[in-house]
Structures are given as C-alpha cells and as structure tokens.
T-cell receptor, first 115, second 112 residues
Framework: GAVVSQHPSWVICKSGTSVKIECRSL??????MFWYRQFPKQSLMLMAT?????????EQGVEKDKFLINHASLTLSTLTVTSAHPEDSSFYIC???????????FGPGTRLTVL | KQEVTQIPAALSVPEGENLVLNCSFT??????LQWFRQDPGKGLTSLLL?????REQTSGRLNASLDKSSGRSTLYIAASQPGDSATYLC???????????FGKGTTLSVSS
C-alpha cells in the first residue's frame, strides 16, 4: 500500500518558539494532503486541507496565521506551528491519497509537547 | 453537519470472543466509510473501506457492514485476540477526495 511519513515523530519545544512538521508521500504523488489534530481521548479533527501550489483551506476555528501550511511539491506538505503555546500540545497527523484511490493513508503522527 | 458516533467508548472481552463495534452517522449522503485501528501513541492503520454502494467488506477476521439509509456501520471481529487490543475509529467521507470525519473511537481490550 501507499506510504506516508511524518517527521519528526515527536518534538518538545519551549513556549513561544515555532515548530515545523513534515508530511511526505513516499511512493505516490498527492495534490491534496490533510492535516488533523488529536487531543487526548478525543477524535481526529481536521485542521486544514493542503493543496499543492495554492493556499491551504482552513477549518473554522483554526488560525491560519498560527498554523502555516506549505505544499510546495506533490510529495511534501509542511505544517509550522508558530509561537507555540502549551494548549497547542497535541498529536498532529497528516493523510493523503494517490490519485484515483479512495483510501486515505495516514502518517504515523507527530507528538508535539509545548512547555 | 456530519457527525459520527461510536458505541461503546470502551470494551473489554476475554480472548476468543466475537464482538461488534458500532458506528452511526447523521447524514446518510456519504461517499464511503472507513474503519481504522490506532495503537496508543501511533498513527492510523486502515482496516476496511466500504463504498456507499456496498453493503459489507471482509478482511480476515474482520467484517464491516454498512446500512447507509439508517446511517449505521458495524465492525465485527471474530475470535478476538490480545493483539486486537487498540482503538478502533470509524470515519466517513462525504465526497470523493475530501477529508474524513471521525468518531471518537472504541477502545478495545482483549485479555488472555
């Protein structure tokens, strides 16, 4: 099956700093990737839709200036959490689908802890 | 707005039991439905995908059914094993190529 990777798998940072998370489709191209966030004991919630070569589409309540998304190529999308605060601590997961395939493939997730 | 609910939230069973996990969704106009497995602190593993025109899908000891008109899906696990212990997530897609809407999951514990 298709493989999606994320880097880093976990990161700890100080409050006020910025953190970049990468999502890569390893063996397929993806014009669209999705970024989700999962708080403890909660479900995955869509944050934004990343579109290659254009601006991301953010869900209601997600600050686009705080969560910067760049989809510079067909295999890479990045999520940058700017000026991170403890309430941003969460599990961030990306997903993508090969063209013409309905199944979404998820990355292994990135655990962000903001001190 | 589509909402997905999973019942029960947690389930504990002895090894060997057959079990059923339930998923319901409020808007029956779905494109497809997926069942995922998530181990603690890990990402998601896709188990089964059911297209809106299908009634069920099977993979090994897993069988997922879909009743689109009533907004329900079930995941049947036969002869459960301790290795099946994980959180099982149900998710629907309303259109092709769109993001998934997830339930909160059912956390399954199978004791040996």
């Amino acid at each position: 099956g298709a493989v999606v990777s994320q880097h880093p798998s976990w990161v700890i940072c100080k409050s006020g700093t910025s953190v970049k998370i990468e999502c890569r489709s390893l063996d397929f191209q993806a014009t669209t990737m999705f970024w989700y966030r999962q708080f403890p004991k909660q479900s995955l919630m869509l944050m934004a839709t990343s579109n290659e070569g254009s601006k991301a589409t953010y869900e209601q309540g997600v600050e686009k200036d705080k969560f910067l998304i760049n989809h510079a190529s067909l295999t890479l999308s990045t999520l940058t959490v700017t000026s991170a605060h403890p309430e941003d601590s969460s599990f961030y997961i990306c997903s993508a689908s090969p063209s013409g395939v309905d199944t979404q493939y998820f990355g292994p997730g990135t655990r962000l802890t903001v001190l | 707005k589509q909402e997905v609910t999973q019942i029960p939230a947690a389930l504990s069973v002895p090894e060997g039991e057959n079990l059923v996990l339930n998923c319901s969704f409020t808007d029956s106009a779905i494109y497809n439905l997926q069942w995922f497995r998530q181990d603690p602190g890990k990402g998601l593993t896709s188990l089964l995908l059911i297209q809106s025109s299908q009634r069920e899908q099977t993979s090994g000891r897993l069988n997922a059914s879909l009743d689109k008109s009533s907004g329900r899906s079930t995941l049947y696990i036969a002869a459960s094993q301790p290795g099946d212990s994980a959180t099982y997530l149900c998710a629907v897609s309303n259109q092709a190529g769109t993001a998934l809407i997830f339930g909160k999951g059912t956390t399954l514990s199978v004791s040996s």
